[in-house]
């Protein structure tokens, strides 16, 4: 009885720490992992969540250490499951890194870690001997010998994220030519948030994680950026380009250049104060993405996602 009581008094110390976030580290390089550094290897990396793509990045070529006893390169391309926004889904996820190198040709090493951060902290000892605490959870690395173009993929489960209604709708397969007009006038649509008194740019920004739409108002630097003489414009239908991928998701982007290109970038020179230009920037960006990611209703409707 006292064993069973004493088991009892430990299952809330024993239960398994709960995961908040989870870490992805990507790193192409030359040299080795014995020594206190390495080379990266120069690039571009394109990082996509659940076949949806996140965004793309170059990789320079830099000397940066290789630390501690696991031998951890501080790598170029750091994802977090917090910055995969919405696309992250409640369960199973898949991260895929295409690392491009600039010499087509080269031959180098890449280095994939992954871990859990959790909500407890464990405390050990390293090889060394010193004392050491963390609160990362389950983790691993893959190390590999590649030549030119890598593609490398990583499951994980998020219980922590958000399950939003649009991750349950029907994936789409492919889009008939009535779905690529509806697509090409919700591209459109998004020019209506670009006009006084703004009410819908706000509206738009409410939805989104980290704005303070408040703050932003009180800045107005969209006002001081429509009164400066930015104006966007959209790209043009057919050149357009429709990207589905095996899920809800489809992705709307130019076929050349920007989705949404600012008419004269000139004119950002226009507004005063670099504390203005930054909120007109960052909002801007916001407001007309590179991309849509869209979905299709099961009534049939086509909506933004993100």
Same mark, same amino acid.
């Given at each position: 009885?006292?064993?069973?009581?004493?088991?009892?008094?430990?299952?809330?110390?024993?239960?398994?720490?709960?995961?908040?976030?989870?870490?992805?580290?990507?790193?192409?390089?030359?040299?080795?992992?014995?020594?206190?550094?390495?080379?990266?290897?120069?690039?571009?990396?394109?990082?996509?969540?659940?076949?949806?793509?996140?965004?793309?990045?170059?990789?320079?070529?830099?000397?940066?250490?290789?630390?501690?006893?696991? /031998?951890?390169?501080? @790598?170029?391309?750091?994802? !977090? *499951?917090?910055?995969? #926004?919405? %696309?992250?889904?409640?369960? +199973?996820?898949?991260?895929?890194?295409?690392?491009?190198?600039?010499?087509?040709?080269?031959?180098?090493?890449?280095?994939?870690?992954?871990?859990?951060?959790?909500?407890?902290?464990? /405390?050990?000892?390293? @090889?060394?001997?010193?004392? !050491? *605490?963390?609160?990362? #959870?389950? %983790?691993?690395?893959?190390? +590999?010998?590649?030549?030119?173009?890598?593609?490398?993929?990583?499951?994980?489960?998020?219980?922590?994220?958000?399950?939003?209604?649009?991750?349950?709708?029907?994936?789409?397969?492919?889009?008939?030519?009535?779905?690529?007009?509806?697509?090409?006038?919700?591209?459109?649509?998004?020019?209506?948030?670009?006009?006084?008194?703004?009410?819908?740019?706000?509206?738009?920004?409410?939805?989104?994680?980290?704005?303070?739409?408040?703050?932003?108002?009180?800045?107005?630097?969209?006002?001081?950026?429509?009164?400066?003489?930015?104006?966007?414009?959209?790209?043009?239908?057919?050149?357009?380009?429709?990207?589905?991928?095996?899920?809800?998701?489809?992705?709307?982007?130019?076929?050349?250049?920007?989705?949404?290109?600012?008419?004269?970038?000139?004119?950002?020179?226009?507004?005063?104060?670099?504390?203005?230009?930054?909120?007109?920037?960052?909002?801007?960006?916001?407001?007309?993405?590179?991309?849509?990611?869209?979905?299709?209703?099961?009534?049939?409707?086509?909506?933004?996602?993100?």
């Amino acid at each position: 009885m006292r064993f069973l009581l004493a088991m009892l008094l430990l299952l809330p110390s024993l239960a398994r720490a709960a995961v908040l976030n989870v870490e992805i580290h990507f790193a192409p390089f030359t040299g080795d992992l014995k020594s206190s550094k390495v080379q990266t290897v120069p690039g571009k990396a394109s990082v996509y969540v659940n076949n949806v793509l996140l965004t793309e990045m170059p990789v320079q070529r830099d000397t940066v250490p290789v630390l501690f006893d696991a /031998r951890e390169i501080a @790598a170029p391309v750091w994802i !977090t *499951s917090q910055s995969l #926004g919405p %696309g992250l889904r409640k369960g +199973k996820n898949k991260v895929r890194i295409e690392f491009e190198p600039t010499d087509p040709k080269a031959a180098y090493m890449t280095q994939l870690r992954w871990n859990e951060v959790t909500d407890q902290v464990t /405390r050990g000892t390293s @090889a060394s001997g010193a004392s !050491t *605490s963390t609160n990362q #959870g389950a %983790g691993g690395a893959d190390v +590999k010998s590649v030549t030119g173009k890598v593609v490398l993929e990583r499951e994980f489960v998020a219980d922590f994220a958000t399950d939003r209604p649009w991750h349950h709708y029907p994936a789409v397969a492919s889009l008939s030519d009535e779905d690529k007009k509806r697509l090409a006038a919700l591209v459109r649509a998004r020019m209506d948030v670009w006009k006084p008194d703004f009410a819908a740019a706000y509206k738009t920004l409410s939805g989104v994680k980290g704005i303070d739409v408040a703050e932003v108002r009180r800045n107005k630097c969209l006002e001081a950026a429509y009164a400066a003489g930015v104006r966007i414009t959209s790209t043009a239908p057919d050149q357009l380009e429709f990207q589905t991928t095996g899920n809800p998701e489809v992705v709307v982007k130019s076929r050349k250049g920007e989705l949404y290109p600012v008419a004269d970038t000139k004119s950002f020179d226009k507004i005063k104060g670099n504390e203005l230009q930054m909120c007109a920037g960052i909002v801007l960006s916001i407001l007309f993405p590179d991309r849509l990611v869209v979905v299709r209703n099961p009534a049939g409707e086509w909506q933004v996602a993100y």
